[in-house]
């Protein structure tokens, strides 16, 4: 009987582990298969996935390359891309590689995880095949072709001087005016304006800023009141502001990918890159696929963000007051 009760069991968590990702899929090609030495191979990784569930990819870079163990060389890889259709997230995004030794190969499965850190999908392996230059071996060796000067002379000033000769005219009127307008600009304000001693306001520090702005998203209580999407687009528009203000990064001019791949650049754990790219992927999710959350999502999303900007804060003020209170007691000491 409790042999039984285990084959049922496992019959049930089978099927269910099956229901949960039949809707799940993910594809990988090549733009081809058969390349020479020395050029580039494309490979996109594609994702079908239902709107609500929410799929990781693997951060392609040089590092990714390195741990599949191959001969394989990073080129590049273009950001994540996603397409709402048919009630259907179709995720995709292109690796480059390099191959420098001639041979038969084979790019292994990539798997894909959910947020909850489970298998859900893999891709197919892809096989190519990389050959070298053909060499004509029965061909004598020829010379190098020496330099050849193209002719310019007075003849081909005076044509091109024919043809061109209005526009440069016209240029070189135009700069002159520019340049008087721009000196008399000068002379005049120098002249009226006088001059003026400005105040250095000292500027708050980014993390800061971001917490304030963070404690006062939380006090609107924005999802409590339905308004889930203008919740995300605050939580999102919060920390582009924080990564622009801390990194000089142009974060509101970019998407979310970009965005990742320029903090890849800078001195950042790899736990706080993937913790804030979770987030972003959750309030893209809300944007673009009208995904519904659960007040726990909300609640992860905001501990994403507020633990980015605590973890990655600037720590010269406290080391400021740490000298300061190190000064105080040495004055007492005495």
């Known amino acids: 009987m409790k042999k039984r009760s285990i084959i049922i069991f496992l019959l049930f ?37 239902p709107k609500d569930q929410m799929i990781l990819f693997p951060v392609m870079d040089e590092k990714f390359v390195e ?16 397409i709402f259709e048919n009630n259907q997230l179709i995720l995709s995004q292109k690796l480059t590689i390099i ?20 298998l859900v999908a893999q891709s197919n392996p892809l096989q190519f095949q990389v050959s070298t230059i053909a060499v004509d071996t029965t061909a004598a060796y020829k010379d190098i072709k020496p330099i050849s000067k193209a002719p310019f002379g007075l003849h081909e000033l005076w044509l091109y001087l024919k043809k061109h000769g209005l526009v440069i005219l016209l240029s070189l009127i135009l700069i002159g005016i520019i340049i008087y307008l721009l000196i008399r ?4 304000r120098k002249r009226k304006k006088p001059r003026e001693v400005k105040q250095v306001i000292p500027v708050e520090e980014a993390h800061i800023i971001a917490l304030r702005e ?9 999802w409590e009141a339905g308004k889930i999407k203008q919740y995300y687009s605050e939580l999102s528009e919060i920390i582009r502001v924080y990564i622009e203000n801390r990194w000089q990064i142009s974060a509101m001019e970019m998407v979310s990918s970009e965005i990742i791949m320029e903090l890849q650049k800078v001195s950042i754990f790899k736990e706080e890159i993937n913790r804030i790219e979770k987030m972003f992927e959750m309030a893209d999710l809300v944007k673009f696929a009208k995904w519904n959350p659960l007040p726990s999502d909300h609640h992860l999303a905001f501990q994403f963000g507020k ?28």
């Open 99 to 118: 191959v420098f030794d001639s041979g038969s190969y084979t790019f292994p499965p990539i798997p894909f995880f959910n947020i909850d850190s489970l």
């Open 13 to 49: 968590f089978t099927f269910s582990f099956c229901g949960y990702t039949q809707n799940i899929t993910a594809t990988a090609h090549l733009d081809t298969n058969q390349i020479t030495i020395g050029d580039y191979l494309n490979i996109t990784f594609k994702v079908n996935t």
């Open 185 to 188: 600009y000068l002379k005049n």
């Open 307 to 334: 633990q980015f900007v605590e973890n990655t804060a600037k720590l010269e003020s406290n080391t400021e007051e740490t000298d300061n209170n190190t000064h105080q007691e040495g004055g007492s000491n005495e």
């Open 67 to 82: 741990l599949l163990e191959t001969p394989f060389d990073w080129i590049s890889n273009t950001p994540i891309d996603t």
């Open 214 to 222: 963070l404690e006062l998203l939380n006090q609107k209580k924005l």
